[in-house]
């Protein structure tokens, strides 16, 4: 299914009936991400799950955006659909927005799910400040004319060392890519109103655990449940037990 908002052309996959229970997947994904787990869902609820714009059938963002602006996106497209009020799944970078728009439009989310959800700054260590010099120093060396050719492949292997393969692989969406993850959603955690379950792999080294623990903290009506054994997809992982804890919090 389309849906076209503020002049962009949104994808995305809607299943069930019932009350309305949007899904958020995260940075590279796309509504697909959900699948197994909106089969699932879509057997007691209307499951919508999106496609950002920028990832999967959806078109790119008109210009660089930060998680504010993909919020705004989400609550534009349900009011083309009529949906006022929803309930909210969001993994990763799904987790930002569900978190912006939970906390900026509260009227607009029931109960929200947080999977894995990204937002907390991580400390900027010794190491890290290393990479970024690392980084810049190479893109400036890698720019002389005569590695033209090879630029793109030694790029990739420079951001494959570094850990930012995310980055390398934004393409036309770096530059929402470090926008978005430079934005530090801390601050709006005291202002969700909606119930949140969070739901976190143990071993997950992608947001971890102990991002949970902070959101668990500072959401005023907040739970954690943490998947042993289970890494950033947690919610595949354990796709059977995941969709019957939403289920649960859901009907609690």
Do not use: C
């Amino acid at each position: 299914m389309f849906a076209r908002v503020a002049g962009v052309r949104l994808g995305y996959r809607e299943a069930g009936a019932g009350a309305p229970l949007v899904l958020l997947h995260g940075w590279g994904g796309d509504s697909r991400s959900f699948f197994p787990v909106q089969q699932a869902l879509a057997l007691h609820f209307r499951t919508l799950a999106l496609d950002f714009p920028g990832f999967g059938r959806s078109a790119l963002p008109p210009a660089t955006w930060g998680v504010d602006d993909f919020a705004e996106h989400l609550a534009g497209w349900l009011d083309d659909l009529g949906i006022r009020r929803a309930s909210v799944v969001g993994h990763s970078f799904g987790g930002r927005v569900a978190i912006v728009l939970a906390a900026t439009q509260p009227e607009r989310v029931d109960k929200l799910v947080l999977v894995a959800s990204a937002g907390i700054l991580p400390r900027r260590t010794v190491t890290y400040h290393l990479k970024v010099r690392t980084s810049r120093l190479a893109r400036r060396l890698l720019a002389a004319p005569p590695l033209a050719r090879v630029r793109p492949a030694l790029e990739r292997r420079l951001y494959d060392a570094l850990g930012a393969s995310d980055y390398a692989n934004a393409g036309p969406l770096r530059s929402t890519f470090v926008r978005v993850v430079n934005q530090d959603l801390r601050p709006l955690l005291p202002r969700i109103q909606a119930p949140t379950l969070l739901i976190w792999g143990e071993k997950d080294e992608a947001t971890p655990l102990t991002d949970g623990e902070i959101m668990a903290r500072e959401i005023p009506d907040a739970r954690l449940i943490v998947y042993r054994g289970a890494g950033h997809f947690a919610y595949l992982e354990r796709a059977e037990q995941f969709a019957a804890d939403v289920r649960a919090f859901l009907a609690s």
